[in-house]
Nanobody
């Protein structure tokens, strides 16, 4: 079972930036980031495969960047120009399957809160 430990959440004003980090015990074929706002379902934000391909939810394209440091077993999510509606608990995940935002195939971190508010 892969272990995922997240860090880097916090509070930021609208338009600000945050970078989330996720230390993983084992690399899986697909690594990704998801988020869940209060009262809403968890949804996909970004994914990265071992082949180097990346995918983003349309709402974050151009503002968020997923990256990996495999030597240090760390996954990152850079988030720029954050909006209040992006306040959520953010989770990193790992899947042995082809990259998909389908929640059934992922192992999860504990989550970290990101709050965007003025």
């Amino acid at each position: 079972q892969v272990q995922l430990v997240e860090s880097g959440g916090g509070s930021v004003q609208p338009g600000g930036s945050l970078r989330l980090s996720c230390a993983y015990s084992q690399l899986r074929y697909c690594m990704g980031w998801f988020r869940q706002a209060a009262g809403k379902e968890r949804g996909g934000v970004a994914m990265s495969s071992t082949g180097g391909s990346t995918w983003y939810d349309a709402s974050v394209t151009g503002r968020f960047t997923i990256s990996q440091d495999n030597a240090n077993k760390t996954l990152y999510l850079g988030m720029n120009n954050l909006k209040p509606e992006e306040t959520a608990t953010y989770y990193c995940g790992a899947s042995p399957n082809n990259c998909s935002f389908d929640l059934r195939y992922w192992s999860w971190s504990q989550g970290t809160q990101a709050t965007v508010s003025s």
